[in-house]
């Protein structure tokens, strides 16, 4: 039976699970440590920080918690599955098991989607394969009166989606991705994606990259281009004429998707389908990330004619 009145150093039982998870081979483990204790205690890392230093103790139910997180964070269970939280640019939102993580690089292309939103008067702008709504909730807070879509097909995933974008009012639709919203063909202004993309095959160098959903990372065929094939046949029917696209994708992948987009052919093994047609988008520019690393196209859908 446990004393609950036994209280233990927090700076101890960080240094504890600093070496747990610097053991674990963990690339950041004091940071993730205090992330973790900051957790059980409700409060912010510089004050996890500081208590250490002035010696707080925790009682035997808050030394459990964090032990029983840090042993979890260990076998390289994402941090933000463990706190149940994750930032990406000025929002915070709520993930967990089943939902697709967000990362750093993600935050340019939802910045060059909400760039182009800002420049339509009344901006309609749809978010297909939005996972966690990362992107089109950064759309809904940084572009005050744009009536914002997010399309997610994984039940899983949208139950997520839901929880961060109902508060902001998007509109979440449960659905295929290639034929949503046909009540909004040719009307978006903006189209911006991050669907899955990774070639089949290629395993995440990352442990906790392997514990996202396989169905949110792969996209299909040895080049991965089925997926943002799709994508880019969805926002050319979505989009109205002078609209923008924007489509995160590998660093492998920005000729393949520069040649969908001019030729409505692409090159490879997932982008061959002919289902775009020529001459349907144009200023296509692929862009990098804040790594230096090809990893998103923007281009600008013509008043072409899809064919049917």
């Given at each position: 039976?446990?004393d609950?009145?036994?209280?233990?150093?927090l700076?101890?039982?960080?240094r504890s699970?600093?070496?747990?998870?610097?053991?674990?081979?963990?690339d950041?483990?004091r940071?993730d440590?205090?992330?973790?204790?900051?957790?059980?205690?409700g409060?912010s890392r510089?004050?996890?920080?500081a208590?250490?230093?002035?010696g707080?103790?925790?009682?035997?139910?808050?030394?459990?918690?964090?032990?029983?997180?840090?042993?979890?964070r260990?076998?390289?269970?994402?941090?933000?599955?463990?706190?149940g939280t994750?930032?990406f640019?000025?929002v915070?939102?709520k993930?967990?098991?089943?939902?697709?993580l967000?990362?750093?690089?993600?935050?340019v292309?939802a910045g060059?989607?909400?760039?182009?939103?800002?420049?339509?008067?009344?901006?309609?702008?749809i978010?297909?394969?939005?996972?966690?709504?990362a992107?089109a909730?950064s759309?809904?807070i940084?572009?005050?009166?744009?009536?914002?879509?997010?399309?997610?097909a994984?039940p899983?995933?949208?139950?997520?989606?839901?929880?961060?974008?109902?508060?902001?009012g998007?509109?979440?639709?449960?659905?295929?991705a290639?034929t949503a919203?046909?009540?909004?063909?040719g009307?978006?202004d903006v189209?911006?994606s991050?669907?899955?993309?990774?070639?089949?095959g290629?395993v995440?160098?990352q442990?906790?990259?392997?514990?996202?959903?396989?169905?949110?990372?792969?996209?299909?065929?040895?080049?991965?281009?089925?997926?943002?094939?799709?994508?880019?046949?969805?926002?050319?029917r979505?989009?109205?004429?002078?609209g923008?696209f924007?489509?995160?994708h590998?660093e492998?992948?920005?000729?393949?998707?520069?040649?969908l987009?001019?030729?409505?052919?692409?090159?490879g093994?997932?982008a061959?389908?002919?289902?775009?047609g020529?001459?349907?988008?144009?200023?296509?520019?692929t862009?990098?990330d804040?790594?230096?690393?090809?990893?998103?196209?923007?281009a600008v859908?013509?008043?072409?004619?899809?064919?049917?």
């Open positions: 039976m446990t609950s009145t036994q209280t233990l150093s700076e101890s039982l960080l699970a600093t070496e747990l998870l610097r053991a674990a081979d963990v950041t483990p940071a440590a205090e992330l973790l204790a900051a957790h059980v205690l409060a510089g004050q996890v920080s208590w250490a230093v002035s707080r103790q925790l009682d035997a139910v808050q030394s459990v918690d964090l032990r029983r997180l840090a042993i979890s260990s076998t390289r269970t994402p941090l933000q599955y463990l706190t994750t930032a640019r000025t915070d939102l993930v967990g098991h089943g939902v697709f967000p990362r750093p690089e993600t935050e292309v060059a989607a909400i760039e182009a939103a800002r420049g339509a008067a009344q901006p309609l702008v978010d297909l394969c939005t996972g966690s709504g992107i909730a759309v809904a940084e572009v005050p009166g744009a009536t914002v879509h997010a399309v997610e994984d899983e995933a949208a139950w997520w989606a839901a929880a961060n974008l109902e508060p902001l998007v509109r979440l639709h449960v659905a295929d290639a919203l046909p009540e909004l063909d009307r978006a189209v911006v991050n669907p899955p993309y990774v070639p089949d290629r995440p160098a442990a906790e990259a392997r514990r996202d959903p396989e169905r949110a990372l792969y996209g299909g065929g040895a080049d991965g281009m089925r997926m943002p094939t799709v994508v880019a046949a969805a926002a050319a979505l989009l109205r004429p002078g923008t924007v489509m995160e590998d492998t992948q920005g000729g393949l998707v520069a040649g987009l001019q030729d409505g052919t692409g090159a093994s997932g061959g389908s002919g289902e775009l020529a001459g349907l988008f144009t200023a296509i520019e862009r990098d804040l790594t230096g690393r090809p990893r998103y196209t923007v859908r013509t008043d072409g004619t899809m064919a049917r």
